[in-house]
């Protein structure tokens, strides 16, 4: 069974870092790319970045880009985000997700991100 | 990498169908055949419904179809049932980045 299990997020201030950390098990790990896509709370989808299955290439939504950084551990089967610069509109649950067909059919479960002074 | 329009809200009778539109520009959606939709209910993670337009992930009911006609994608639920009333989300590959739909709320009558 695929399991995708986010961990890190939490209250942070406005200027502040957070890494976020996503658990992969129940596949292969190293053949897929995978995701961060993230939602406000009570708002709408919006994709931040993904990785290729080696990790040499790396894609960022336009407002992260020189903040967020995504990378990966495929020896830990493991993803990561990490934030800088954190802003108020940061503020989302941010899901893990395996991407496949450009599209994403694994989610995890979602952790909380605060950005607040 | 501006969003995908979406209407804010669809409803129905059990038993219709009904049809969620979602439209995009020639860099997106009438690009690239890589149109997906996900449907969210409450406090829950999404769910990938359709994929490269119009293809059902294994284990989705046949009741949910997608299609497109240049810019425009469409989602259309047949047979519409009390579990699928949630909030539902077109996606699109970009080129090298991906657009979300803002989202419509799908109510059962």
């Known amino acids: 069974e695929v399991q995708l299990v986010e961990s890190g997020g939490g209250l942070v201030h406005p200027g502040g870092s957070l890494r976020l950390s996503c658990a992969a098990s129940?596949?292969?790990?190293?053949?897929?790319?995978m995701a961060w896509v993230r939602q406000p709370p009570g708002e709408g989808l919006e994709w931040v970045a993904n990785i290729s299955p080696d990790g040499r290439d790396k894609y960022h939504v336009d407002s992260v880009k020189g903040r967020f950084t995504i990378s990966r551990d495929n020896a830990k089967n493991s993803l990561f985000l990490q934030m800088n610069s954190l802003r108020a509109e940061d503020t989302a649950f941010y899901y893990c997700a395996r991407s496949e067909s450009h599209s994403w059919f694994y989610w995890g479960q979602g952790t909380l991100v605060s950005v607040s002074s | 990498q501006s969003a995908l329009t979406q209407p804010a809200s669809v409803s129905g009778s059990p038993g219709q169908s009904i049809t969620i539109s979602c439209t995009g520009t020639s860099s997106d959606v009438g690009n690239y055949n890589l149109v997906s939709w996900f449907q969210q209910h409450p406090g829950k993670a999404p769910k990938a419904m359709i994929y490269?337009?119009?293809k059902r992930p294994s284990g989705i009911s046949n009741r949910y179809s997608g299609s497109k006609s240049g810019n425009t994608a469409s989602l259309t639920i047949s047979g519409l049932q009390a579990e699928d009333e949630a909030d539902y989300y077109c996606?699109?590959?970009?080129?090298?980045?991906?657009?979300f739909g803002g989202g419509t709320k799908v109510t059962v009558l």
């Open positions: 129940g596949f292969t790990f190293s053949s897929h790319w």
């Open positions: 996606s699109s590959f970009a080129g090298s980045s991906y657009v």
């Open positions: 490269e337009d119009s």
